[in-house]
């Protein structure tokens, strides 16, 4: 099955660029297995909708590898209300 970029891209009101990783080739041979790896852009933004889509996800831990000052300028919010460990 061939996974697009379209169908990777997850619905959000107020984040940015949220995709499953889902389905690309790993070095040998395998792939990553869908809804078990997202990347994102900026989600600062998030409406309750959002939260409520992430929750479902079953997302464990955010690794948010912006720089301090962005990290403080556009905080992810979302993750300790939600019970995510955020790094």
Do not use: F
């Not at 409520?52 to 000052?69: E, K, P, S």
Request: charged share 25%; hydrophobic share 35%; net charge positive.
């Amino acid at each position: 099955m061939t996974t697009t970029s379209a169908s990777r891209l997850l619905p959000l009101e107020g984040g940015y660029n949220l995709r499953d990783m889902g389905g690309y080739a790993a070095a040998d041979g395998r792939s990553v297995r869908h809804g078990m790896l997202y990347r994102s852009g900026m989600m600062s933004m998030l409406t309750e909708a959002d939260e409520r889509h992430l929750a479902g996800l079953g997302i464990a831990t955010v690794c948010d590898l912006r720089r301090a000052g962005e990290r403080t300028k556009e905080p992810t919010r979302w993750c300790e209300p939600a019970g995510v460990h955020y790094w």
